[in-house]
Nanobody
Framework: QLQLVESGGGLVQPGGSLGLSCAAP????????FGWFRQAPGKEREFVAT??????SAAGSVKGRFTISRDNAENTVYLQMNSLKPEDTAVYYC???????????????????WGQGTQVTVSS
């Protein structure tokens, strides 16, 4: 069982930046692929970014603004968010692929382990 601990959410003005962290203390961190998802009120949870064997990728809505990265020595995955817009306001979730993961990395059903979520609010 993998425990994910998120941090970094908060309130930021439009055009500002935030960095989110997702730590997996004591885990075999390098064995997992990771994703970031978000959910706004009244909306479906949607894919944001993933990092896996083929490298990082991001959804079209955030490409060029958000960057996913990982530090295996620190057992941490990051989401750097720049040029934030009000429509980026959502609860952001970190997710990790299980040992038998299959299907698209863009689909939440690929992932077995989830963080508690952290609120990101973009407002002036």
């Amino acid at each position: 069982q993998l425990q994910l601990v998120e941090s970094g959410g908060g309130l930021v003005q439009p055009g500002g930046s935030l960095g989110l962290s997702c730590a997996a203390p004591g885990s075999s961190f390098a064995s997992y692929a990771f994703g970031w998802f978000r959910q706004a009120p009244g909306k479906e949870r949607e894919f944001v970014a993933t990092i896996n064997w083929s490298g990082p990728s991001a959804a079209g809505s955030v490409k060029g603004r958000f960057t996913i990265s990982r530090d295996n020595a620190e057992n941490t995955v990051y989401l750097q968010m720049n040029s934030l817009k009000p429509e980026d306001t959502a609860v952001y979730y970190c997710a990790a692929e299980g040992p038998n993961g299959s299907g698209s990395y863009y689909n939440e059903r690929r992932y077995d382990y989830w963080g508690q979520g952290t609120q990101v609010t973009v407002s002036s």
